[in-house]
């Protein structure tokens, strides 16, 4: 796909990843939809972008609110601002406890972001990509949706959710032009560990302590290459860790 004059939605567009993208996909000549539940980040993001000479729309949302998230699309349609990509980048962790030590609002939160919230959205956006020669979905996975580690639980349920979400989503849009890409990082440093610590940054900077951890624009670099294939090539999955990262429980360590 050319990038160029192309229109990305992106979810969790505020910070991690999926600024990332926005600010890569920017510089290439993507016109960019941007929702976030942190509207004042995006408002300064917005500014940013604007500096590449592309049209930058944003949105204030949380992805598990249905309703909100209809009067968004219905706006799009209105305007006739139709993505030719979707990132599904929204998601999160909350704790680290065995399953009978749980939080049972942190599963909420998990499920309704991680699982509805991918749902609620790709329910919204499909349909406005499907006319398209040239559309693409990337759901962006996780290490977590293939192995299972002590305290993952419910966490490793949502990205396993994720990566059947996504076979499933190119099986529906078999004999459409829509391409669908799981990117699954392992250990990436970003606001990740400082949600599911609920904002204790000393107890997730250990997280990263002792190994070099995939950064953003890594996993970025990896959407950029599945989005820049031709139009006959469709790469459905990319498994990515860091070199000291093998599997869930395996890191090295200095």
Same mark, same amino acid.
């Given at each position: 796909?050319?990038l160029?004059?192309k229109?990305?939605?992106? =979810?969790?567009?505020?910070a991690?990843?999926?600024?990332k993208?926005a600010?890569?996909?920017?510089?290439?000549?993507t016109?960019?939809?941007?929702?976030?539940r942190?509207y004042?980040?995006l408002e300064?993001?917005k500014?940013r972008?604007?500096?590449?000479?592309?049209?930058?729309? +944003?949105?204030?949302?949380?992805?598990?609110n249905?309703?909100k998230?209809q009067?968004?699309a219905?706006?799009?349609?209105e305007?006739?601002?139709?993505?030719?990509?979707l990132?599904?980048?929204?998601?999160?962790?909350?704790?680290?406890?065995?399953i009978?030590?749980a939080?049972?609002e942190?599963?909420?939160?998990? +499920?309704?972001?991680?699982?509805?919230g991918l749902l609620?959205?790709?329910r919204?956006?499909i349909?406005?990509?499907?006319?398209f020669k040239d559309?693409?979905?990337i759901?962006l996975?996780?290490?977590a949706g293939r192995?299972?580690?002590?305290?993952?639980?419910?966490?490793?349920?949502?990205?396993?959710?994720?990566?059947?979400?996504n076979?499933?989503?190119?099986?529906?849009?078999f004999?459409?032009?829509?391409k669908?890409?799981n990117i699954?990082p392992?250990?990436?440093?970003?606001?990740?560990?400082?949600?599911r610590?609920?904002?204790?940054k000393?107890k997730a900077?250990?997280v990263?302590?002792?190994f070099k951890?995939?950064?953003?624009k890594?996993?970025?670099n990896?959407v950029?290459f599945?989005l820049r294939?031709?139009?006959?090539v469709n790469?459905?999955e990319i498994?990515? =860790?860091?070199?000291?990262?093998? =599997?869930t429980?395996l =890191?090295y360590k200095?």
């Amino acid at each position: 796909m050319k990038l160029k004059n192309k229109t990305a939605f992106i =979810t969790g567009a505020s910070a991690g990843i999926g600024k990332k993208c926005a600010i890569e996909l920017a510089k290439k000549g993507t016109n960019l939809i941007l929702l976030s539940r942190r509207y004042k980040n995006l408002e300064k993001l917005k500014v940013r972008l604007e500096k590449y000479d592309v049209q930058v729309t +944003i949105y204030k949302a949380d992805v598990a609110n249905f309703k909100k998230l209809q009067k968004i699309a219905a706006e799009l349609e209105e305007k006739s601002l139709f993505p030719n990509i979707l990132i599904n980048n929204a998601g999160l962790s909350q704790g680290l406890d065995p399953i009978d030590q749980a939080d049972v609002e942190d599963w909420n939160r998990m +499920i309704d972001t991680n699982i509805k919230g991918l749902l609620y959205i790709s329910r919204l956006i499909i349909p406005m990509m499907k006319n398209f020669k040239d559309a693409h979905i990337i759901n962006l996975g996780s290490i977590a949706g293939r192995e299972v580690y002590a305290g993952g639980n419910v966490y490793n349920a949502t990205k396993f959710a994720v990566h059947a979400l996504n076979k499933a989503m190119n099986i529906d849009l078999f004999g459409t032009d829509v391409k669908v890409t799981n990117i699954a990082p392992g250990a990436v440093e970003t606001e990740f560990s400082v949600v599911r610590f609920h904002g204790n940054k000393e107890k997730a900077d250990s997280v990263y302590e002792g190994f070099k951890p995939l950064k953003a624009k890594d996993v970025v670099n990896s959407v950029i290459f599945a989005l820049r294939q031709p139009r006959h090539v469709n790469i459905q999955e990319i498994f990515l =860790t860091p070199t000291a990262q093998r =599997t869930t429980y395996l =890191t090295y360590k200095n």
